[in-house]
Antibody, heavy 116, light 111 residues
């Protein structure tokens, strides 16, 4: 059964850090993305990591603050978020790339709230 | 401001067809066939409906179809059903610094 399960969300103060995890099972662990959605807003691409971890790319809004990584032996994707801002408040989804630049499997999402 | 432009809302009656547009630039929609469409019901994760401009994943109804002309991609839903009521987002790979971009989303109402 195909499954992506995010964890690690919660309430954090501005300027602090948080690490999200995404555990994958039931399919080949390929290139992976993080996508976020602020409350009541649309989808925003955050970052991508190649299947072998050799390439990583970030949206301008998170570049220099967020780091995407993966541990293929554990089929787990991570998003280290530093220097968090109020505007980072969102549901964060991990999603698999289907090799055509599309996200064919999504997790259920984990809510990150940045507030003092 | 989203990189791709979609209408905020569209509506149609059951059985009718509707089309949602997604306008980008020569750096994204116009340059690549990596255009995809997602359906999102309230409180749920998005679901892939179309990839590579016009391909349907296994299990997606053939009532959903995609196309592209120049810098504009389109999603057409034929034979509208009540369960099609949802938000729809387009996405494209881009040669700009964002790498992947989404449209602002379109709310579909089935009257």
């Amino acid at each position: 059964q195909v499954q992506l399960v995010e964890s690690g969300g919660g309430v954090v103060q501005p300027g602090r850090s948080l690490r999200l995890s995404c555990a994958a099972s039931g399919f080949t662990f390929s290139s992976m993305h993080w996508v976020r959605q602020a409350p009541g807003k649309g989808l925003e691409w955050v970052a991508v990591i190649w299947y072998d971890g050799t390439n990583k790319y970030y949206a301008d809004s998170v570049k220099g603050r967020f780091t995407i990584s993966r541990e293929n032996s554990k089929n787990t994707l991570y998003l280290q978020m530093n220097s968090l801002r109020a505007e980072d408040t969102a549901v964060y989804y991990c999603a698999r790339d289907n090799n055509y630049g599309a996200y064919d499997y999504w997790g259920q999402g984990t809510l990150v709230t940045v507030s003092s | 401001q989203s990189a791709l432009t979609q209408p905020a809302s569209v509506s149609g009656s059951p059985g009718q067809s509707i089309t949602i547009s997604c306008t980008g630039t020569s750096s994204d929609v116009g340059a690549y066939n990596y255009v995809s469409w997602y359906q999102q019901h309230p409180g749920k994760a998005p679901k892939l409906m179309i990839y590579d401009v016009s391909n349907r994943p296994s299990g997606v109804s053939n009532r959903f179809s995609g196309s592209k002309s120049g810098n504009t991609a389109s999603l057409t839903i034929s034979g509208l059903q009540a369960e099609d009521e949802a938000d729809y987002y387009c996405s494209s790979y881009t040669s700009g610094s964002h790498f992947w971009v989404f449209g602002g989303g379109t709310e579909l109402t089935v009257l």
